[in-house]
């Protein structure tokens, strides 16, 4: 008899009172999540009603700053439009990072949020500044059933790995990008980028370029506020909210992780073959009698640049066929597969070089060394060409 009792109390302890606490102040308080204390700063204006179905924004700070930094500049806003708005604080002020700022412990915050006050839950929202701006794209995708809209100022994706998380989202959510043309961190090319990969997916997405503005939001906060509440409040979700959960957002991180693993593997190859160039000149200035001993020296050299860049390219390979294992979509696993095939067949290239620079370590006469290293520069370039249109295919298919 006791457990239904016990479970009867919980219950009524997370529904909203018909009394409950609002402040003309910021409030900053705690929650435990995850085991670990979290603060967040929070505002409930008085002119919020008991029986309404009051909205929610969640802020996400910019790097170095905290959750105060964006409440306070919309209080004024909150005040006059009844909406509660909560700004956690990242574990680490540099930045936003899954798992250990989200979705888990925003998803409960916002549920304690709701358990306080008479939220509609199909009107809760995201809004975040430079690498909460970010963070608050990356959750757009990861939990695109738990919030309604995403308003961000100065933010974008910038690497190709960052787009990945777009496979994720399961609606397609309302976005708004406000972003100035001096910005320096975010600059246009990479918020258009995002914006345009985004409307193609079939995102409802607004830019909103501001001329002459920069990096810098607190000036201008009072109208990229009103102008970010504006788009938000004309969204809600069509049914009850569903969240996904940090396994799914795990998987994203791993994904991301793995690409960059990728190109890291790629920039050490590429730098590797970038002193080639420089031993072909010594090369090339070299008597194939006379100098023999020195032409020897570079051949080994070299053959150790290819081999250490054909491991390079397939072990990035390797790591493209690991990430198209993970949940991603069909064209992201059709790009992988296509990324992995190119990174191999660049690695053939590599073994074939390093064939062509082992001829110069034979007894043969020079005639015969040369022919032998032709033969093999040929079949680099045959494999080079394929290679090439590989490369191709996958930017077909990313863009």
């Known amino acids: 008899m006791m457990r239904p009792l016990a479970l ?106 709701k358990a306080k006050y008479p939220i509609n839950p199909r009107r809760v929202y995201l809004f975040g500044h430079s690498a909460g701006a970010v963070f608050a794209l990356n959750l ?43 910005d320096n961190f975010f600059p246009l090319t990479s918020v258009k980028r995002t914006n345009d990969v985004l409307k193609e997916r079939g995102f409802p997405i607004e830019l909103t370029v501001m001329k002459g503005h920069t990096h810098w939001y607190y000036d201008l906060a009072p109208k990229i506020n009103k102008d970010a509440w504006d788009f938000l409040k004309r969204h809600e979700l069509t049914e009850d909210p569903r969240y996904a959960g940090l396994a799914h957002a795990e998987e994203v991180g791993e994904v991301n992780k793995i690409l960059e693993e990728i190109n890291g593997l790629r920039n050490k190859a590429s730098g590797l073959t970038d002193q080639l160039n420089t031993k072909e000149q010594e090369l090339k200035n070299k008597d194939f009698i006379r100098d023999r001993d020195t032409i020897n020296r570079i051949a080994r050299e070299e053959m150790t640049i290819f081999e250490e860049s054909a491991k390079l390219f397939r072990a990035a390979a390797d790591k493209a066929d690991q990430a198209g294992k993970l949940k991603v979509g069909d064209k992201y696993k059709q790009y992988l597969s296509i990324i992995a095939q190119h990174d191999r067949k660049s690695a053939e290239v590599m073994d074939v070089l390093r064939e062509q620079a082992g001829a110069l370590l034979g007894n043969e006469s020079f005639e015969v060394i040369n022919a032998k290293r032709n033969e093999a520069r040929q079949r680099a370039d045959k494999l080079q060409r394929e290679a090439d249109k590989l490369a191709q295919k996958a930017e077909q298919i990313k863009s």
């Open 140 to 182: 757009a995708m990861i939990e695109s059933e738990y919030f309604a809209a995403t308003s961000i100022h100065a933010g974008s994706w910038r690497a190709e790995a960052d787009f990945a998380v777009i496979d994720y989202a399961k609606r397609k959510m309302p976005l708004a990008i406000f972003v100035g043309d001096n």
């Open 8 to 113: 009867s109390l919980f219950i009524l302890l997370l529904l909203p009172s018909a009394a409950f606490a609002v402040s003309e102040k910021i409030e900053k308080q705690t929650l435990i999540s995850q085991g670990k204390k979290r603060t967040y700063y929070l505002f409930a204006p008085s002119t919020i009603k008991a029986a309404a179905s009051v909205p929610l924004i969640v802020m996400l700070h910019g790097s170095g700053r905290n959750g105060l930094s964006l409440v306070e500049k919309w209080k004024d806003l909150a005040t006059k439009e009844g909406i509660i708005i909560v700004g956690p604080d990242a574990q680490n002020a540099s930045g936003w990072r899954i798992p250990e700022d989200g979705p888990d412990f925003l998803r409960e915050l916002v549920e304690m949020c």
